[in-house]
């Protein structure tokens, strides 16, 4: 029987190959289809669109995982404990990246999307066709957005402006 503090190692490692399956992923997909803005079905999808879509069956596959860790009678208390405390921070997760994204939306960008971890956070804006970049003022309010709905600081935001 696998000590405690193998089963959490086992964990991590299986959550650590969720995400580099997911990478791996869109790295192939990126490389197959040239800009990756296709689907197999003919259905034209842009980055944005791509990405919730990547994002979201990469969170399905940890939601699984974790539901089987929680369910599996053979794992231990602290194992089953710790995989629901991921999966309520995940949960969090989401629906701060949520909130975040529909203010920023709100502000007058055509699409954004908001991706976080335990310490950064990632927006991705769409500009304008023709450029690539935001104005100093729309960084700035959407960092005003970032720090005041979350506990993060302004050093720990990146915006990414992706012409649309």
């Keep these: 029987m696998l000590t405690?503090?193998?089963k959490i190692i086992v964990l991590v490692g299986m959550l650590g190959l969720l995400v580099i399956t997911g990478v791996v992923n869109v790295v192939l997909n990126n490389r197959i289809g040239g800009n990756a803005d296709?689907?197999?079905g003919g259905q034209q999808l842009g980055f944005f669109a791509e990405y919730r879509a990547n994002r979201?069956?990469?969170r399905q596959q940890t939601f699984l995982e974790l539901d089987a860790i929680i369910a599996n009678a053979?794992?231990?208390e602290q194992v089953r404990a710790d995989a629901e405390t991921t999966r309520l921070a995940l949960v969090q997760n989401m629906e701060m990246e949520l909130v975040l994204e529909g203010l920023i939306r709100a502000m007058g960008f055509g699409d954004v999307v908001v991706s976080s971890n335990n310490q950064n956070i990632n927006v991705i804006v769409q500009t304008d066709e023709g450029t690539s970049n935001i104005e100093a003022f729309q960084a700035a309010q959407i960092l005003?957005?970032?720090v005041r709905?979350?506990?993060?600081?302004a050093q720990n935001v990146r915006i990414i402006p992706v012409e649309g």
């Design 4 to 6: 405690k503090k193998k």
């Design 38 to 40: 296709y689907t197999g």
């Design 56 to 58: 979201t069956t990469i």
């Design 74 to 76: 053979n794992m231990s």
């Design 144 to 146: 005003d957005i970032i």
């Design 149 to 153: 709905e979350t506990d993060r600081t």
